[in-house]
């Protein structure tokens, strides 16, 4: 049973408009969420983080919201640009450090 | 920002062949992980290091081994490559703290034959 979610495999914006990425969690004792950004053949780069006892968190272009009732985190780029195209993951932390990751989301940001 | 290296970052090898892939971190953090991962699927933890001496195995079953004799140092090994064993490596480190953050370095990508 997967704990952390990403439902969209895929998403495509305008450059300049915003990127709303998704990510959905089942057990409310993740006491830490993550965001990281990969591209192919290279290791995941740490965007953003926030804890559980945050709503929201920001850093630049990207901000990421915690909705903790619904279980539910985004991350959001605003503008988003070209070198923004990526697969985005979301990630909880679960005992001592230890994460758990979603699938990913593919986002492509058109010029 | 973590500086952790891995090399070799691709590599090509036969059945059968053993193999040990190398990561090292330069930020005396005292965790470190290694994540299995294919493509368009999440990241597997498959071994984590809570300090020198200390190995656990993760939430994905792996055949590989692993060992941290030094804080900087945690190397995975393959005894007896199988083309089941074709994904990308990627190794991670932490400092034990309020902020789980884990640095990635550049990931191994192997294929077996």
């Known amino acids: 049973d997967q704990q952390v979610k990403q439902n969209s495999p895929s998403l495509s914006v305008q450059e300049g408009r915003i990127s709303i990425l998704n990510c959905d969690y089942t057990?409310?004792?993740?006491?830490?969420f993550l965001w990281y950004k990969k591209y192919p053949a290279e290791g995941p780069t740490f965007l953003i983080s926030?804890?559980?006892?945050?709503d929201k968190n920001e850093d630049g272009r990207f901000t990421v919201f915690l909705n903790k009732s619904a279980k539910h985190l985004s991350l959001h780029i605003v503008p988003s640009q070209p070198g923004d195209s990526a697969v985005y993951f979301c990630?909880?932390?679960?005992?001592?450090?230890?994460?758990?990751f979603g699938q990913g989301t593919t986002l492509q940001v058109k010029p | 920002e973590a500086d952790i290296y891995q090399t070799p970052r691709y590599l090509v090898i036969g059945t059968g062949k053993k193999i040990t892939l190398e990561c090292s971190q330069t930020?005396?953090?005292?965790?470190m992980y290694w994540y299995q991962q294919d493509p368009g699927m999440e990241l597997h933890l498959i071994h984590y290091?809570?300090?020198?001496?200390?190995?656990e195995k993760g939430d994905l079953s792996s055949e590989s081994t692993v060992s941290r004799i030094r804080t900087e140092h945690f190397p995975l090994t393959l005894e007896s490559a199988r083309p089941s064993h074709t994904s990308q490596y990627l190794c991670?480190?932490?400092?034990?703290?309020?902020?789980?953050?884990?640095?990635f370095g550049p990931g191994t990508r192997l294929l077996v034959l």
């Open positions: 991670a480190s932490s400092i034990t703290g309020v902020v789980k953050t884990q640095y």
């Open positions: 057990n409310s004792m993740f006491d830490y």
């Open positions: 926030i804890s559980s006892i945050k």
């Open positions: 990630a909880a932390s679960l005992r001592r450090g230890k994460l758990i």
């Open positions: 930020m005396g953090h005292d965790k």
């Open positions: 290091s809570y300090g020198v001496n200390s190995t």
